[in-house]
């Protein structure tokens, strides 16, 4: 079955660190891979997405980066500011269902001034 | 001009009780879904609409009953419910557009069930 799985539930940075944040996924046929915020209290909100013919995608202090070979996705914040705490979610859009997202179990970041 | 709003915010209400939370997208979209997300933070999809029509059923007991109205309407009504129906429930809203499958999330109704 699909599952997507993250390597560390808390991640503790200080202000102006760089952050990375791992996602493994295991259905080999997912098409599609995205990234999401969480803030307390909040909906999800989208970050960066990648598709699966990319390896490397870059946003406004965030980079996505796809390893197909290990089925790994991970998550580069530059600078990290307290505005950065939040939850973080991978998904991925499997090769099965409509428009389908599978979300990973999170991973909380916390940002230290 | 929120983009996908929920109501009611909170529900706090006793087991065996019935209950409707509903969803609105201003954002044109055509398919619509309902998220349940327990205490430790899992997101998992539960329902999809696509144009008013059921696409995605996860294994969701059958006393909760999705609606669309319309493509703007998602509403979510839960019969008989349960303590383990305590969860934050997300609504959401997406348009296939240039190979992007990004999902607009609502702020949550979090249901309490005692």
């Known amino acids: 079955g699909e599952s997507v799985g993250l390597h560390l539930p808390t991640l503790s940075v200080q202000e102006g660190d760089n952050s990375i944040i791992n996602c493994a996924y295991s259905?080999?046929?997912?098409?599609?891979f995205i990234w999401y915020k969480q803030e307390s209290g909040k909906g999800p909100q989208f970050i960066i997405d990648?598709?699966?013919?990319?390896d490397k995608r870059q946003g406004q202090r965030v980079t996505v980066l796809l390893n197909k070979t290990v089925k790994h996705l991970s998550l580069q914040i530059a600078a990290t500011q307290p505005g950065d705490s939040a939850v973080y979610f991978c998904?991925?859009?499997?090769?099965?269902?409509?428009?389908?997202?599978?979300f990973g179990t999170g991973t909380r970041l916390l940002v230290s001034p | 001009d929120t983009a996908v709003s929920q109501t009611p915010k909170y529900l706090v209400t006793q087991m065996g009780n019935d209950k409707s939370i509903k969803c609105e997208q201003n954002l044109g979209h055509d398919t619509m879904y309902w998220y349940k997300q327990d205490s430790k933070k899992f997101l998992k999809i539960m329902f999809s609409y696509n144009n008013k029509e059921l696409i995605i059923n996860e294994t969701v007991p059958n006393r909760f009953s999705p609606k669309s109205p319309d493509k703007a309407h998602l509403n979510l009504h839960i019969n008989s419910l349960e303590l383990g129906d305590s969860a934050v429930y997300f609504c959401a809203s997406s348009r296939v557009s240039a190979g992007s499958y990004e999902q607009y999330f609502g702020p949550g109704t979090r249901l309490t069930v005692t």
């Open positions: 998904a991925e859009k499997g090769d099965t269902g409509f428009q389908k997202l599978v």
């Open positions: 990648i598709r699966s013919n990319m």
């Open positions: 259905n080999s046929a997912s098409d599609y």
